[in-house]
C-alpha cells in the first residue's frame, strides 16, 4: 500500500454449514457485500470471524479463497494471531504469500490468566515483523488479558516501524489520543474497532480508520470519510 | 480401562529445539523416564506441554508419536480441547483412533472475556462423548473464564456418564469434597492437578488421582498409593 490505510475495514464473519462446517462460498458472497457497500479494505479471521472455532487448514482455506476473491481490488487485513512467536510468524508469511496487504495479530496471550511481560511482546512482535515485508496491526482488544499500556505500544511503535494498531479496549479514545500525540505520523492510521461504537469520539482522538463487523459498512465508511482531521498534531 | 484410571499421571512437557520447533525424540525421552519412575498414566499436550505453541499438525504428530512410544504399556490421556466442539470432537475420536485411553478437555471459552453459559457447556461435552468411546476428563482450571460450579459439574456428570473430571481451581479441597459427596461412584477418580500443590486436603476430600507435572512422579504416586481412602462415603 503506497498511502497508509483509512477508512472503514469490516472484519468479514465465516459463515457456517448447518453442521458447523465452513461454507466458503457464502462466505465469499459476504465478501461480494462488503465491496458493493463500499468498504476500503477487509480483515479475514478476526475474532469476530469466529477465528478460535476454526481448525489451522480451515483458517488457510478461508484466507486462501477470500483473497482470490477479492482479487487485489481491495487491500485484505489477514489475522495471524498465535500464543507462539513462531507460528504467528509462518502464519504471517504464509498470508504476505498469499496476497495479504497486512496481518493483524494480538499481543501472545492464552485464556484468562496465562499473559506475556512486555519486553516479550515487543520481542514477539519483531519476530513476527522480521518474517514478512507487509505492516503489522496490533490488535488491543479486551479478549487479550496480556496488557498492552499507551508506554509498550510507544516503545513497540519505536522498535518496529511495520507496526500499525487497532485500539479497541475501554477509553479507546483517551488511548488513541495519547498513542497519536506521542507518535504522531509514525503509527499510520490508527484504527479502532468493537463495532465502531465510540468512533466520533475516536476520531476527534487521532483515530484514521475503523474496524466494525459486516453490519453497517457503508454508513460507517461515510461517517470516516466526511470527518474533519481533528486530532493532535500529526 | 476396566477400572477407573487413579494415581500418578504426569503431565509431558513438550521438548522444543533452540529454534522453537517440536523435539519429537526429546520429547520420547521424557515419557522413557516417566514410565520409569512408575507413573500409572501419562498425559499428552495439555497446558504444562505448551499445548498453546503447536500447530494442528504438531499436536497429531506428538500424540502419535508418543502413543507409540508407550505402545499400550500405560492409558495415555490426549488433551483435545478447543473452542468449538465440532473440533474437539474431531481431535477427540482422531485421539482414541490413535490408541488414547481417554481425553482432556477444558470448557469452551476464548482469551480472558469469551465465555459459554452452563447449558451449551453440557451440550459442547455431549458432542465430544458422542464422537468416541473412551472417558472425557473434563479439566476445570484457573485458565478458563468459563466457569463451572457444582451444580454444573453435578449436572454434566448425571447427563454425560462418560465424564470424569479433573479439579485444580483454587479451594480444590472443597470442590472435590462437594463432587464427591453429591456423585459418590457415579465420579470416577476424581483427580486434582496443579501440581498437586494441595494433595493432602485433596486426597481426603475424595480425590483418587492427581496430576501434576512431570518433576517428581514417583514421590507423588507413592503419596497417592498409601493414602487412606477417607472422603466422603462412595
Given amino acids: ?10 472484519v468479514v464473519p465465516t459463515i457456517f454449514h448447518d453442521d458447523e462446517t465452513v461454507d466458503l462460498g457464502g462466505t465469499a458472497l459476504v465478501v461480494d457485500y462488503l465491496m458493493d457497500a463500499g468498504a476500503d479494505g477487509l480483515c479475514l479471521l478476526a475474532n469476530y470471524s469466529e477465528q478460535f472455532s476454526l481448525t489451522d487448514g480451515e483458517r488457510d482455506a478461508l484466507a486462501r479463497a477470500l483473497l482470490e476473491r477479492v482479487a487485489g481490488r481491495l ?4 489475522t495471524t494471531s498465535h500464543y507462539s512467536a513462531r507460528v504467528a510468524a509462518t502464519r504471517s508469511r504464509a498470508a504476505q504469500d498469499m496476497g495479504a496487504a497486512m496481518v493483524m495479530v494480538m499481543p501472545p496471550f492464552f485464556g484468562a490468566t496465562l499473559t506475556v511481560p512486555g519486553p516479550a511482546v515487543i520481542e514477539y512482535f519483531k519476530q513476527v515483523a522480521d518474517a514478512i515485508d507487509i505492516p503489522v496491526m496490533v490488535q488491543d482488544a479486551p479478549l487479550s488479558p496480556t496488557p498492552l499500556p499507551v508506554s509498550l505500544l510507544v516503545d513497540l511503535v519505536n522498535q518496529v516501524p511495520q507496526v500499525h494498531a487497532k485500539i479497541e479496549v475501554p477509553q479507546a479514545a483517551d488511548k488513541l489520543h495519547a498513542l497519536a500525540s506521542a507518535l504522531g505520523d509514525s503509527l499510520p492510521g490508527p484504527f479502532d474497532g468493537e463495532e465502531s461504537v465510540t468512533l466520533i469520539p475516536d476520531l476527534d482522538a487521532g483515530a484514521r480508520g475503523t474496524m466494525p463487523s459486516s453490519m453497517v459498512p457503508a454508513e460507517l465508511g461515510q461517517i470516516v470519510a466526511i470527518w474533519p482531521v481533528t486530532g493532535p498534531a500529526r
Fill in 1 to 10: 500500500m503506497a498511502a497508509p490505510l483509512t477508512g472503514v475495514v469490516p
Fill in 75 to 78: 487491500p485484505v487485513i489477514v
